[in-house]
């Protein structure tokens, strides 16, 4: 059935209101009619069946059926503080992490990031990324549209709400990213650091140390950065979801 994300403001007890690109994908794309069911997310979380019951050039309105919990996000909010990676690497990661269930994916500029890129300058790559986390949401059957942050750094990034953090770290030999979940069961606030390229410089390490976080080993092989991050989100999932 096909999905689409509408704003909480824009959904009521009974009635729902699509705009945007979506509706010109839903009338001249899939070329639905009145009567026709699509199911619809308010992106906090909640799920409903509607029915389209109008269509016009500027929205689509709908009679909802029926609503319920999105059971596909995971119990744990987990963000990835991903070192910024050259080419398009990110977009890879931003989709593929969508699809396994993170919840905000903060990018930041490492000490061995390849790509130098000032804050201000990260406005349409921001957008970019963000467009390509709405769509994996829509494939994959989300309940939220999982948040891309403005760019940031290890140092100045503020993981205070957390309740763990992760630092994926190629030198840490015997923490092992299991064991360190065995201990925290009861983190609901989860942060994962990869580092890009050249993997992180031991001061970012140290600094990531001081404001609460662990390094832990990924396993006996060392990942490329568009895959430690996904790799990492797979193994926290695996032990924390029923």
Same mark, same amino acid.
């Given at each position: 059935?096909?999905?689409?994300?509408?704003? $909480?403001?824009?959904?009521?007890?009974?009635?729902? #209101? #699509?705009?945007?690109?979506?509706?010109?994908? #839903?009338?001249?794309?899939?070329r639905?009619?009145p009567?026709?069911?699509?199911?619809i997310?308010?992106?906090?979380? +909640?799920?409903?069946?509607?029915?389209?019951?109008?269509i016009? $050039?500027?929205d689509v309105?709908?009679?909802?059926?029926?609503?319920?919990r999105?059971?596909?996000?995971?119990?744990?909010?987990?963000t990835? +503080?991903?070192?910024?990676?050259?080419?398009?690497?990110m977009?890879?990661?931003v989709?593929?992490?969508?699809?396994? =269930?993170?919840?905000?994916?903060?990018?930041a500029?490492?000490?061995?990031?390849?790509?130098?890129?000032?804050?201000?300058?990260?406005?349409?790559?921001r957008?970019?990324?963000?467009?390509?986390?709405?769509?994996?949401?829509?494939?994959?059957?989300?309940?939220i549209?999982?948040?891309i942050?403005?760019?940031?750094?290890?140092?100045?990034?503020?993981?205070?709400?957390?309740d763990?953090? &992760?630092?994926?770290?190629?030198?840490?030999?015997?923490?092992?990213?299991k064991?360190?979940?065995?201990?925290?069961?009861?983190? $609901?606030?989860?942060?994962?650091?990869?580092?890009?390229?050249? =993997?992180?410089?031991r001061?970012?390490?140290?600094?990531? #140390?001081?404001?609460?976080?662990?390094?832990?080993?990924?396993?006996?092989?060392?990942?490329?950065?568009?895959t430690?991050?996904?790799?990492?989100?797979a193994? &926290?999932? +695996?032990?924390?979801?029923?």
């Amino acid at each position: 059935m096909n999905r689409f994300f509408v704003k $909480k403001e824009d959904i009521s007890d009974n009635t729902a #209101i #699509i705009t945007g690109e979506d509706v010109k994908h #839903i009338s001249r794309v899939l070329r639905m009619a009145p009567g026709d069911k699509v199911m619809i997310c308010d992106g906090v979380g +909640y799920q409903y069946l509607a029915e389209i019951a109008e269509i016009s $050039k500027d929205d689509v309105r709908l009679s909802i059926l029926s609503a319920e919990r999105c059971a596909s996000e995971p119990p744990q909010r987990i963000t990835l +503080y991903q070192g910024l990676p050259k080419g398009d690497k990110m977009e890879l990661i931003v989709q593929k992490c969508v699809e396994l =269930g993170i919840s905000e994916i903060v990018p930041a500029a490492a000490e061995r990031s390849v790509v130098k890129v000032k804050p201000g300058e990260f406005g349409s790559k921001r957008t970019r990324y963000q467009r390509v986390a709405y769509e994996a949401a829509k494939q994959c059957g989300r309940g939220i549209i999982p948040e891309i942050a403005e760019l940031t750094t290890f140092k100045a990034a503020d993981f205070s709400r957390h309740d763990l953090i &992760i630092i994926a770290y190629e030198d840490e030999k015997s923490k092992t990213l299991k064991s360190l979940l065995k201990d925290n069961l009861s983190a $609901k606030d989860i942060a994962v650091v990869i580092g890009p390229e050249g =993997g992180l410089e031991r001061c970012e390490v140290d600094t990531l #140390i001081q404001k609460g976080g662990t390094a832990v080993t990924l396993g006996p092989r060392i990942l490329r950065t568009e895959t430690a991050g996904m790799a990492a989100l797979a193994m &926290i999932l +695996y032990e924390i979801e029923d």
